[in-house]
């Protein structure tokens, strides 16, 4: 069956790096596209960005050039990176399939940046 | 980017019907999709395309609208569907959330 799962780590230091991995099954990363959705806590979603299934990304421009999404096909992973983190960058970061509509989604992995 | 909104929160009773908007900020056309989230769980699609019906979702939900206005309809209303609904766009770039709208049910 289809299955997201995120990892990565529960607490990152302000200014560094945040690197997490989703990893699937139960599909193809080069039939379908994974985005990137976060969430901070008792707020609402907002979209990050995407990797399609050809191999291209697209980002929302709100994340400037902090943000990086690549994949690894062969393992079925597909990774965010985003650096310059901020204490509003605290949140629950979930990956998702999108067809038409974002039908799977992971657990989340909820991250804390902290000063 | 395509702002959408919706009422922050309703309370229904168990047998009704209840309606959810979202309006957008511009046309979306027919690219328009709901969510249910329950605290600590990641969000269910309910609805794609505007109006159709992801696949084990009960048929007491149901999508419409088209271009800037969109409502979700739940009919009737059970206990089990206390949670906050999302709409989401995806014809812009960038895709846009709603910020949800949290259903009590009384």
């Known amino acids: 069956q289809v299955q997201l799962k995120e990892t990565g780590p529960d607490l990152v230091q302000l200014t560094q790096t945040l690197s997490i991995t989703c990893t699937v099954s139960?599909?193809?990363?080069?039939?379908?596209?994974v985005h990137w959705v976060r969430q901070p806590p008792g707020k609402g979603l907002e979209w990050m960005g995407a990797?399609?299934?050809?191999?291209?990304?697209d980002y929302n421009s709100a994340f400037k050039s902090r943000l990086s999404i690549s994949r690894d096909t062969s393992k079925s992973q597909v990774f965010l990176k985003m650096n310059s983190l901020q204490t509003d960058d605290t949140a629950k970061y979930f990956c998702?399939?999108?067809?038409?509509?974002?039908?799977?989604w992971g657990q989340g992995v909820m991250v804390t940046v902290s000063s | 980017d395509t702002v959408l909104t919706q009422s922050p929160a309703l309370a229904v009773s168990p047998g009704e019907r209840v309606t959810i908007s979202c309006r957008a900020s511009?046309?979306?056309?027919?690219?328009m999709h709901w969510y249910q989230q329950k605290p600590g769980q990641q969000p269910k699609l309910l609805i794609y395309?505007?109006?159709n019906l992801e696949s084990g979702v009960p048929a007491r939900f149901s999508g419409s609208g088209s271009g800037t206005d969109f409502t979700l309809t739940i009919d009737p209303v059970e206990a089990d569907d206390t949670a906050t609904y999302f709409c989401?766009?995806?014809?812009?770039?960038?895709?846009?959330f709603g910020s949800g709208t949290k259903l009590e049910i009384k």
């Open positions: 998702a399939r999108y067809n038409y509509g974002f039908d799977y």
């Open positions: 139960g599909f193809s990363l080069t039939t379908y596209n």
């Open positions: 990797m399609w299934n050809g191999g291209g990304t």
């Open positions: 511009e046309s979306v056309s027919t690219g």
């Open positions: 395309g505007a109006s």
């Open positions: 989401q766009q995806s014809w812009n770039d960038p895709f846009t």
